[in-house]
């Protein structure tokens, strides 16, 4: 028995060794017959073979020439060849953008072997449809489980390197020959160059921003060396009120503007707690707006961000636009409890005119030079695979769009054309800012039971509007983040129709007048809160917004976005959760009832943070747009990855936030204080603490 086994283990191997041998025979030619044809080598028979029906001459003769390079190992044909995408690998695990190498496409070659120039070169990413495809595991709202008898198809992002003279009619006819598929598109600004034959011609929306931009860094250089050596010789005299020139001088110094970010404000009325809040929360919708972007970018697995949405840990990302009600709800709540001290003082006599234009002349100057950077010099900035579509779309949207945008009115006009993305924000807080003087003057005058009953039932219609929306318009619970439509912000149906609307942020909003307005009035009347009630009230507020914030994760995990009650439900009670939560936790830090909590959200290290979120929230989305214009190459999504990409980008955001706090923001405000000095020189003292605190949080967002 075991001299037949021995014999058939025996007779196994022989013939494995002998079907080895045979397929060796068969792969290798016999001496003196020509070798078998590499991949290469029928790829450029294939280029050759559709040479003589394209129509432009001179791609046609730089062609020919290139594949003559190339038979010859000339290093910058081999380089052409190198640099394109030969055929798709990973599609089906989500790798849909195969890029090529862009930069060694693109490298500029002064000399070849044989001292002729090399071709000019061109990198085109091409859409190119492969029937029987399909991604496997997808971020998508629809189940990612597909019938495998179901014919299915899929874009593919497909990079090549052509000569520069080839048209995108001749590139297409050279993607059908070499890779057989007919379903190859080559959308607008897909392919670029680079040429240095001809100078750089500017623009003169380029020069103006230039020179804008210029002006400003001469003045904040200027004053910062001479308000550096009028310190150092002894300066101003603390005691001695300085001229109007000198004060406009020290409104454009790093130095003094550096201080004042840095510096602990008196904490009079409780306030200090409000840098903590809006610090967190501006930190974890960056790590939103960083997360979205990576997740509509080149992937190599998209079904990792299937497999996460699925944590309810992961809804502090995933429902970052409750994050943005925190700041809407703080600049309710600031807006209220400055006007309402100013009723107070005056007995009614505010001159609400004044408010509008000194929070217009605060705000705009740094939102405009974003805007005109958007505008004129966004495609000059950079460059990549993706660059020239994505940010040639953002230019046009800008150039067409910016007066929107001062206007304020972006958020309701144009947003399918929206010039920055994130600054539906602005539009939304300033139209509920102008609406704001005409809810709380009446609950000002008419008592405390009149106050609540009027904002009551404002609250009440806010949540009612979007419950009304969503069901009878067939809409998700909220902004909901899949893969396959996050790849550009103006193309999800959602995000430009109902997300950044006015009526369906009131919410947080009111709720932030309604806290302002109680804070007031616990101060007047000394109100303390006894102990079982606080309790009972922080058990609650926990709960609404642990509930509104982590319920978005049932979404994700089968219950879907086709129940659309469902979604209405939540799309009107998770702001009000949220915001009933965040309002208790601004009563209690600012009343004193916070304790340890208060102290945390007082620590020092937030004052600087809060006050460059307004900037942060500017610079942000140009950070977003150029990192993920610029990628080269897909990135492999993971915890550790994606933690790493996320903290680069909030660093990035705020330290191009601090450059523009100190050439824009900072010197405005100090104007501003300079020229309100000469409208209103008695109340100046008292009205500084408030709007600094106010400055600071009317103009943060998603």
């Known amino acids: 028995m075991a001299t037949s086994g021995g014999a058939c283990v025996l007779g196994r191997r022989m013939r494995l060794l002998l079907v080895g041998v045979f397929i060796l025979v068969s792969y290798y030619p016999a001496c003196g017959q020509q070798p078998v044809p590499t991949a ?4 450029l028979d294939r280029i050759a073979s559709v040479l003589p029906e394209l129509p432009d001459d001179t791609c046609r003769r730089h062609l020919n020439r290139t594949l003559g390079a190339l038979k010859t190992r000339e290093p910058w044909a081999v380089a052409m060849f190198d640099a394109s995408a030969k055929y798709p690998v990973g599609v089906e695990h989500g790798s849909v953008y195969q890029l090529g190498n862009f930069d060694e496409c693109l490298e500029n070659r002064r000399t070849t072997s044989s001292n002729k120039p090399p071709v000019p070169t061109q990198y085109c990413l091409a859409q190119v449809t492969l029937p029987g495809y399909r991604v496997r595991s997808l971020s998508t709202r629809h189940s990612p489980a597909l019938d495998s008898n179901v014919t299915s198809s899929l874009i593919v992002h497909w990079g090549l390197c052509v000569p520069a003279a080839c048209t995108g009619r001749d590139v297409q ?15 607008t600004s897909a392919c670029q ?142 807006f209220a409890r400055l006007l309402l001290i100013e009723l107070d003082k005056r007995k009614g006599s505010v001159n609400f005119g004044l408010l509008y234009v000194f929070r217009y002349i605060r705000l705009t100057p740094a939102y405009l030079a974003i805007i005109a950077i958007y505008a004129t010099w966004l495609p000059a900035l950079g460059d990549g695979p993706l660059w020239s579509g994505r940010m040639a779309a953002e230019q046009s949207r800008c150039q067409d769009s910016w007066w929107r945008n001062l206007l304020y009115i972006n958020n309701y006009v144009g947003t399918d054309r929206m010039c920055m993305f994130q600054s539906w924000y602005l539009a939304a807080d300033t139209q509920l800012f102008v609406l704001a003087p005409l809810i709380l003057y009446p609950m000002w005058r008419f008592g405390r039971r009149a106050a609540l009953s009027l904002i009551g039932s404002l609250i009440a219609v806010s949540i009612l509007v979007p419950f009304c929306v969503t069901y009878y318009q067939r809409l998700d619970p909220t902004f909901m983040i899949f893969t396959d439509e996050v790849s550009d912000l103006q193309f999800n149906h959602y995000f430009v129709n109902v997300y950044g609307t006015t009526h369906m942020r009131a919410t947080a909003y009111l709720f932030g007048l309604l806290t302002g307005y109680l804070v007031h009035w616990m101060h007047l009347q000394n109100v303390r ?21 982590f319920f978005l994760t049932a979404f ?12 209405a439900v939540y799309a009107a009670l998770h702001r009000f959760g949220w915001s009933l939560s965040n309002g208790w936790l601004v009563l209690a830090c600012v009343t004193g009832h916070g304790r340890t909590l208060k102290r945390l959200l007082c620590w020092r290290a937030f004052v600087p943070i809060s006050r460059l979120t307004y900037c942060a929230y500017l610079m942000n989305g140009l950070v977003e747009l150029y990192l993920s214009a610029s990628r080269r190459t897909p990135m492999y999504a993971s915890i550790a990855t994606l933690t790493g990409e996320t903290l680069s980008h909030v660093i990035l955001t705020f330290l191009l936030a601090l450059v523009l706090c100190l050439m824009f923001e900072s010197p405005i405000h100090g104007l501003e204080k300079i020229l309100l000095r000469r409208f209103r020189p008695t109340a100046r003292e008292q009205m500084d603490s408030h709007s600094t605190q106010h400055t600071q949080s009317t103009s943060e967002e998603a």
């Not at 006819?173 to 959308?187: F, V």
Request: charged letters at 15%; a positive charge; one cysteine or more.
């Open 556 to 567: 994700y995990n089968g219950l879907g976005t086709d129940h659309y009650f469902h979604n």
């Open 529 to 549: 809160i006894g102990r079982k009630k606080l309790a009972f009230c922080w058990i609650v507020s926990s709960a609404c917004g642990c509930s509104a914030m």
């Open 193 to 334: 160059s680079r040429t240095n034959a001809t100078p750089r011609a500017y623009g003169t929306g380029q020069i103006a921003c230039v020179s804008v931009l210029l002006l400003f860094a001469t003045l904040v250089t200027f004053s910062t060396f001479f308000y550096s050596g009028t310190s150092k010789a002894g300066g101003q005299s603390d005691e001695k009120q300085p001229s109007t020139g000198t004060s406009i001088l020290r409104a454009f110094s790093v130095f003094e503007n550096l201080r004042k970010l840095v510096q602990v404000s008196k904490d009079d009325h409780g306030l200090g707690c409000i840098n903590g809040i809006k610090a967190s929360a501006m930190l974890f919708i960056l790590s939103g707006h960083a997360l979205l972007f990576l997740a509509g970018g080149p992937l190599l697995n998209t079904g990792f961000f299937l497999e996460q949405q699925r944590q309810i840990q992961n809804a502090l990302f995933l429902n970052s636009p409750l994050l943005v009600d925190t700041f809407l709800l703080l600049s309710g709540f600031l």
């Open 173 to 187: 006819q050279l993607l059908k020959a070499t890779t057989g598929y007919d379903t190859a598109t080559l959308p």
């Open 40 to 43: 290469e080598d029928l790829i």
